[in-house]
């Protein structure tokens, strides 16, 4: 008789299985089962926000621009379930293909951007088009999650070249220096 009786939180969602097959789910309270061996309940956090970190720990998710250029891209994946069922039977490893997932369509995104948008401007772009092509593959795939959105934490040149790339920066930045010194001398001269 105790295992018939199954308090489900209310931010979850339970999936019965009869005899080893799908039969039912199941919101929030009280619900009831037949016993154990004939009826088996999962408990899913169907309404908390879960998040995928890439890269995890301290590594390297190095990245190709659209100008052939490298960067080193830092963002989480957040992301709820939505079909407890498909979450359930659909993949074994939901997981890990959220995460596969997430980083081939941040490097589909991120190769239609320059260096410098994926660094300064463009970052809300990318994070908006990769949720789309996100929750796109997920859908093909019919894992039943949605992609509540994409947060880019950190976007920069590799930590090998990054002493190269603010010496590239400081000499543009010095080159528009003296670009706008001779045209107002132009101006000058002109006048």
């Given amino acids: ?73 830092a963002y989480t994946v957040r992301w709820t379930i939505k079909d407890p069922e498909l979450f359930q039977f659909q993949d074994e490893n939901p ?26 401007s463009g970052k809300q772009d990318i994070a908006v088009q990769v949720q789309q092509r996100l929750q796109a593959i997920l859908d093909r795939y019919a894992i039943g999650v949605r992609i509540e959105g994409i947060a880019i934490s950190d976007s920069a040149p590799p930590a090998e070249v990054e002493d190269a790339f603010s010496k590239v920066q400081a000499a543009r930045q010095e080159a528009e220096s003296y670009a706008n010194q001779a045209r107002g001398y132009a101006q000058q001269v002109r006048n």
């Fill in 95 to 120: 997981r890990a293909t959220i995460r596969d997932a997430a980083e081939s369509a941040m490097r589909a995104t991120v190769a239609n951007f320059t260096l410098e948008q994926a660094i300064t």
């Fill in 1 to 73: 008789a105790t295992t018939s009786v199954h308090q489900l939180d209310p931010e979850e969602e339970g999936v019965v299985t009869r005899l080893g097959s799908y039969s039912r789910t199941v919101g929030s309270g009280v619900s009831w089962t037949l016993p154990s061996p004939i009826e088996h309940m999962i408990k899913l956090p169907v309404r908390e926000v879960q998040a995928e970190t890439i890269p995890g720990g301290t590594g390297q998710n190095l990245v190709l621009t659209g100008d052939a250029n490298i960067i080193n891209l």
